[in-house]
Each structure stands twice: as C-alpha cells, then as structure tokens.
C-alpha cells in the first residue's frame, strides 16, 4: 500500500505524540498505527470515489489497449501490437481488473466481515 500525505496527516492528528522529535517508536508500534490509519481509510466517504477512480484506470488502460490491438486513433495501425493477441488480452485483463475493482465497493470494510 502506498502511504499518501493524506495518511500521514490523519496519523498525526490521531496520534500527537508523532510530532514529537524526541519520540522513539518501537517497530511494533509504527506497525500498529499503519494498521490503525489503514482500517481508518477503509471507513472514510470518499472510499467508493476512491475505488471508482481506480476502475476508470483500469479501464482507460484497457480502451488503448483495444485501440493499439484494432489501430485505431490515437493508432495509426502499424505500431507494433496491432493484431497481437497478447495485446488484446491486456485490454480484456484491465476490463476484468477494472470489474474486480468495482466489486471493492460492495465488500464489508471490517476484517471481521462487517461494514
């Protein structure tokens, strides 16, 4: 997972003490505040605009894919990739990718299996 400026600015709102030069944090402890800040995220409003923005990738991703494997625009059909089946199949993963994303929205947000 990728910490975010986001991220670090609610682990210090949450926890003060971090801003504290002095502070010495045990391997555990910082593990337990990632943990802490991640299950955080996970409840937060934006996380569907979060997810949805991902799947757009995804799919973005696989709409030039398609382009290069059919040469169309922004192709000019004799880019290497035209006709390649692998390069169809990337189009057809990022599509599949883009729904398994999509489904993240609907998944309970709690280890426990609750929202």
Not at 23 to 50: K, L
Not at 57 to 64: L, R
Request: glycine letters at 6%; charged letters at 35%; proline letters at 4%.
């Amino acid at each position: 997972m990728k910490i975010t400026d986001d991220m670090l600015t609610e682990w210090f709102a949450a926890h003060p003490s971090l801003l504290d030069d002095r502070a010495v944090f045990s391997a555990r402890q910082v593990r337990t505040i990632v943990r802490e800040a991640v299950a955080a995220r996970r409840t937060t409003p934006d996380r569907e605009e979060i997810i949805e923005e991902c799947a757009k990738v995804c799919e973005e991703y696989a709409a030039d894919q398609w382009s290069l494997y059919k040469g169309r625009a922004p192709y000019t059909g004799s880019e290497q990739g035209r006709a390649d089946p692998d390069v169809q199949g990337r189009s057809d993963g990022a599509d599949v990718c883009a729904e398994r994303i999509r489904s993240l929205k609907t998944a309970p947000t709690s280890d426990k299996g609750g929202a």
